[in-house]
C-alpha cells in the first residue's frame, strides 16, 4: 500500500487503484476549499487574511477528511 501523507491527515491508496483517483479527489477538494473558503472569508466576510487562511486550512482538512471517508465507502461496496 502506498501512504500519502495530506495536512494533518493521511489517505491511504490501495495498489489496485491504478488510476489514483483517490488522492486526485482529495487533493481537488483540498485546493477547492482551502480558496474558495480563504477568499470568500477575507474579501466577502472581511476577515482579516491570517484568519482567512486559517478557515480555509480548516476546511481543508475537514474537506481531505470528507474525500477519505467518501474514497473509502465507494471501495467498499
Known sequence: MFTYILLAGAVRMDDDSAD???LLST???VVVSFAGITLLSGTVLGYNWTQAV???GFG???AAASAAVTA???SNG
Do not use: D, H, T
Request: no cysteine; hydrophobic share 40%.
Open 27 to 29: 487533493l481537488g477538494a
Open 20 to 22: 489514483g483517483g483517490s
Open 60 to 62: 481543508g482538512v475537514v
Open 72 to 74: 473509502r465507502r465507494s
Open 54 to 56: 486559517l478557515l480555509g
